[in-house]
């Protein structure tokens, strides 16, 4: 099973400020503010929505194809996505913008001041699935992931005109599009991927019930934090699978890019959408884990046994007849 991934591809610079935001604030002086603050650390990791599940699948034995619009400053990003096993041939390479760049100074008492500059994700909306599938063949879905709003209602009807089955991801983008643009990215979507709150501000903006959306996608899959994943179906009971329990908690950021990416891989071994959680929800305990979105490690015996621990021996053994690539 082929699968493209489709969204953001961004890197984070993460800075820490020795103080308080506060103590620079002149409350009666607001209107005319002008700071800057010394930082002791710089941290930059690479990151995009897109990027992160296209690595995690990378990750799991798969070859997905990376689709999204990057700078010139990409070929440090694009060497290092290449490695882990991610097809970046068809990432589109700006001549005038930078990379999207999340920027973000946080003080001691984790007050944070942040910018994002969406750069050359500005030019994702010229971007056709056309070249794509012709340079890859046979395509049996595209995820459309956070992305320039454009660029992700292009890329959804694409795949109407093409027939091609579209999982439907839009997460923060839910915040600035309208009801009408949302139903446009929902309806006739083979899958749906949200969080609780996204669901509920889904439902809100395009004005359908939860009934009224599952008659227009195929499955929708809906993480709860830790609470684990709801997954429907209409006609069918709904699922619920626990999340896996992390050793140790390092940072959340990430977390639903790698349950997307798990859940994903196992879909395209033909698994159940049970297991297909089941995967994504240990992906997802990984990076919270670990720090940035791309920085864990899988070992295939650790990961196998945590399987086993989490969801039993038949689990274990259905997903580990797949899980069989070196870097695992």
Not at 321 to 326: L, M
Request: aromatic share 6%; with cysteine.
């Amino acid at each position: 099973m082929r699968i493209v991934v489709t969204g953001s591809i961004a890197t984070d610079h993460l800075m820490t400020f020795p103080g308080r935001f506060a103590d620079s604030i002149v409350l009666d002086k607001l209107d005319k503010i002008s700071l800057s603050f010394l930082v002791d650390e710089l941290e930059v990791r690479r990151g995009g929505v897109a990027a992160n599940i296209a690595f995690g699948m990378g990750m799991l034995g798969h070859n997905p194809v990376l689709v999204g619009a990057v700078g010139p400053d990409f070929a440090d990003y694009r060497s290092w996505l290449q490695r882990h096993g991610v097809d970046t041939e068809s990432v589109h390479v700006s001549e005038v913008r930078h990379t999207a760049r999340f920027v973000c100074t946080t003080d001691e008492h984790a007050n944070q001041i942040a910018t994002f500059y969406a750069g050359a994700m500005q030019e994702a909306r010229d971007i056709e699935l056309g070249p794509v599938i012709e340079r890859v063949g046979t395509v049996d879905l595209v995820l459309i992931g956070a992305n320039d709003p454009e660029a992700m209602l292009r890329h959804t009807e694409e795949c109407r005109y093409r027939h091609i089955p579209f999982a439907a991801d839009p997460s923060q983008q839910l915040a600035r599009m309208h009801g009408e643009e949302i139903r446009l990215l929902v309806d006739g979507a083979a899958y749906l991927f949200t969080n609780e709150y996204e669901a509920a501000l889904t439902e809100k903006k395009t004005g359908w019930s939860s009934a009224e959306i599952l008659e227009r996608v195929g499955t929708r899959v809906t993480t709860l934090g830790p609470n684990g994943v709801r997954i429907e179906r209409k006609g069918e009971e709904m699922l619920h699978v626990p999340v896996s329990k992390e050793t140790h908690r390092a940072d959340p950021t990430g977390v639903g890019d790698a349950f997307r990416a798990g859940f994903l891989a196992a879909l395209a071994w033909g698994l159940s959408l049970q297991r297909c959680a089941q995967v994504g929800s240990m992906m997802a305990t990984h990076v919270i884990e670990s720090i940035g979105t791309q920085e864990y490690e899988l070992a295939r015996r650790s990961f196998l046994l945590r399987i086993r621990s989490a969801y039993g021996d038949q689990a274990a053994e259905e997903i580990g007849a797949h899980v069989t690539v070196s870097r695992l």
